[in-house]
C-alpha cells in the first residue's frame, strides 16, 4: 500500500546542488557555531533554513536534552521537517555537534526560492516528508500523551494528533515514566496529562491548545484579507486549496477536527486512481496538504466556522468558533457530512469514551482484543468493521435492514461474510448504552425475535445517518430539503459549483447532487478554483 512519504532508512537522498547552494547564498547568512550550542529549539517558531556547510549537526529529544539515536547530520544536508512548510514551531531541538558554519536562509526567502526552482522544492520536501513519517513511527518529537488509557480528553488529544500527522507517544496513567514525568512537572502521580518536552504541561488538554504550542493555531484578523477561504479540510476543501494556491490566489483552509475529513478516517481507499494497492485516505489527503503548502496556502486547524456574513463592501466574513474572524472575497463550502448524533440517553458522556465516529488505529487501540460493535449497513461501516477485526477479538456489525447487499459495495460484503471474526447481525437496533465513565455495554433489540440482549463492550461505532455540516452558512444559500447546498442549473447559476449567493461556492459530499465519493470530491475541489479565480478577478 502506497504510503504518506518515503522511507528515510531506504530512501535514496538527492543533494542540493551547487546551484541550489548558490541561490541560497544570496539570500542567507552564514554562522558559525560552537560545540553544544543549537541552530533551533524545539518549541520555538522556525524562522530559517539552517543548510550545513561544515561540522556536524543533531536532532535533540527535547524531553531529555539527549541526542536521537540516528540523528546525524553532515555537510550538504539541512535541518528541518515538515513544521517548516506549515510555519509552526520546532517539534525537536537542532544542536551542533562540533564547530559548525551553517548558512542560514530566512524561512520566507526560502518558500520563494522553493516555488521559483521546483528541483530544489522537490529535493527539500521529500527530505522533510520522509523525516516526519519516521517521526511519526518512533514517536519522537516532544509531545507526550499521559492517561489516554482511562481519559476522555487525553484521547481526543491522540485521536486529533493522530489524525493530523503529529508524532506523539503515550503512557499509560499508573505507569512508572508517567510518574516521573509527572514528578518533574511538579503535578500530581496518578492524573491524566500532556507535555510538550521535558515539562511544559498543555493545560487545558485540548487539540487547539496543543495546535497552539505547535505553532499551528494561526491568529486571524478581519482585516487580513484572503482571496478565498475554504471551509473544510477533507479531500475537496485541500484540493481547492491546492488549486487556489497554484493560480496564486491567497488561500486560507479552515479545518475543525482533521484534515482528511471522512477520507482520513478510511485505512485504505482502494478506488482512486493511480493508487492500485490502495492508500490510507488521511496519506492521501496529507500529501494534498504539503502540496498546497508548498504553493503557499495556508492552513488553520483545529478551527470551526460557525457563522458567514457579507458586508456592504462585498467582503465575505467567516465567524470561527473563539470570536475570531476571518475575511475574503469568496468562500468554498466544503464542509462535507457529519455521522448524526443518536437519541439513546447519556451519549455525550460517551462519546469519545466507547461511542465514536471514526475507526482509525486511535481508536483500534482503545479496543484490542475486545467485542466491538459497529452500526451501519454502507461501505464506511463495512471498512470500519474489516479494519478492526484485524486487532478486535470480534465485531458485531448491526444493521436495521434485513440485509446488506443494497448498501454495501459486493466485494466488502463478500469480505465481511467471509471473516471469522465478523457477524452481521440484521433487523437489529441499540435501545441503551449503559457505563458511567466509559461503555461496558449495549443492549441490542432484535426484530426478528422482539427480545433484548446486552453485548458487553467498549466500543461502539456510530457510522448511520450522515447530515451535510451547513448550520455555518447562516443561511446566505439555498439547501435542499436534506439540508445539502444547491449549485449550478437548481439556483440559476452558470456555474456547476456556484450557490445562490455569488462569491459563495461549494464542493464535495455538502454539495446537493454529488456523487459522495473521494475521487469526486478531489475533482469538484480542483475544478471550483477557476470559478473562485474568475469572482474574485471580476471583484478586486
Ligand atoms: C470510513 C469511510 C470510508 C470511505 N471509503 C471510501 C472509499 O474507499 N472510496 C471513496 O471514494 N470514498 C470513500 N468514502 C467517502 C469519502 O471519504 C467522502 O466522499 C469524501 O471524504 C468527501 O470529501 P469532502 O471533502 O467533500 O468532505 P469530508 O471528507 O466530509 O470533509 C469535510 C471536512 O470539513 C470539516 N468541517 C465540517 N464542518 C466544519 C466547520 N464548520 N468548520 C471547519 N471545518 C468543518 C470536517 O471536519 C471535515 O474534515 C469513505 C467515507 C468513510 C467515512
Known sequence: MEQFAADLATM???PLTEAHVAAMRRVGKEVTLQPGELIQEAGAPITMFPYLLEGELEAVDPRTNARYSTSSLGPGQFFGELNFL???NALMSGRAVVESRVLCVPREAMLRLMSEIPEMSDIVITVMAARRRRIMSTQEGGLTLIGGDVDRDVRRIASFASRNRIPYSELDLHSDEAAVVA????LQQGAPFVVFGADQVIDPPTPRAVARVLGQDISLHTEDVFDVIVVGGGPAGVAAGVYAGAEGLRALVLEDVAIGGQAGTSSRIENYMGFPTGIPGGDL?????IQAM?????????????????????LFHVMLEDGQEASARAIVAATGVQYRRLPWEGIERLEGAGVYYAATEVEARYCRDSEVAVIGGGNSAGQAAMFLARTARHVHVLVRGP???ASMSDYLLSRLEAHPRITIHTRTQVVSLHGRDMLDSITIRDAHSGQDWTLRTNALFVMVGAAPNTTWLSGLVE?????????GTSVSQPSGYATSCPGIFAVGDVRAGSVKRVASAVGEGSVVISDVWAHVNASS
Request: hydrophobic share 25%.
Open 12 to 14: 535514496v537522498r538527492t
Open 86 to 88: 506549515s510555519g509552526g
Open 183 to 186: 514528578e518533574r512537572c511538579g
Open 285 to 289: 489527503v496529507g500529501r494534498g496538504e
Open 294 to 314: 508548498k504553493f503557499g496556502t495556508r492552513f488553520a486547524t483545529p478551527r470551526r466556522a460557525t457563522g458567514l456574513r457579507q458586508c456592504t463592501d462585498k
Open 403 to 405: 440485509g446488506l447487499a
Open 479 to 487: 439547501l435542499d430539503e436534506q439540508g445539502f447546498v444547491k449549485t
